[in-house]
């Protein structure tokens, strides 16, 4: 069985609200890390906002 298949047929199983919830949890958890990268004081602001690293 190759690789596609068996998480085509894991999906299949899984019902769409754990998956939703997970997805959900991800996108927080990616958010959060991007708001702490721009905070970080190497990311700094020049006065028209712009980020520069």
């Known amino acids: 069985m190759a690789n596609g298949q068996g998480l ?3 999906l299949g199983l899984t019902p769409i609200s754990i998956v939703a919830k ?3 949890r991800t ?3 990616f958010s959060k890390v991007l708001h702490f ?3 970080r004081p ?3 602001r020049d006065k028209n ?3 520069r690293k």
Request: proline share 0%.
């Open 8 to 10: 085509n047929y894991l």
């Open 49 to 51: 906002g712009t980020i």
């Open 22 to 24: 997970d997805l959900e």
């Open 37 to 39: 990268k721009e905070r």
């Open 42 to 44: 190497s990311a700094r």
């Open 27 to 29: 996108s927080t958890f």
